[in-house]
């Protein structure tokens, strides 16, 4: 059993920063790649960001200089930095990891959502 637990959402104004966070926990034997997605009401779920266990990353055109992933291999921890939000940014963040269960094998966990909100 493994879960992730999303920290970090709220409202904001453009031009604001936040910092989301997540957590993994539970019979984690190695995590692989870690990311955030977003999604909005009536639209498909889209990619943020992603990093490696090496520390690689990517991510989506829209956010790139302005949305810095980071993760904590030693804690199981990912980070979202947002900076720069714009209104366009508002959306449901999740947060993904591709656990390596203990017994088990690969599982692909997700969190719960987190709301974030840019408006004036």
């Known amino acids: 059993q493994v879960q992730l637990v999303e920290s970090g959402g709220g409202a904001v104004q453009p031009g604001g920063s936040l910092r989301l966070s997540c957590a993994a926990s539970g019979s984690i034997s190695s995590i692989n790649a870690m990311g955030w997605y977003r999604q909005v009401p009536g639209k498909q779920r889209e990619l943020v960001a992603t990093?490696?266990?090496?520390?690689?990353?990517n991510y989506a055109d829209s956010v790139k200089g302005r949305f810095a992933i980071s993760r904590d291999n030693a804690k199981n921890t990912v980070a979202l930095q947002m900076n720069s939000l714009k209104p366009e940014d508002t959306a449901v963040y999740y947060c993904?990891?591709?656990?390596?269960?203990?017994?088990?094998?690969?599982?692909?966990?997700w969190g719960q959502g987190t709301q974030v909100t840019v408006s004036s």
């Open positions: 993904n990891a591709d656990i390596m269960v203990w017994n088990r094998g690969s599982y692909d966990a």
């Open positions: 990093i490696t266990s090496g520390g690689s990353t």
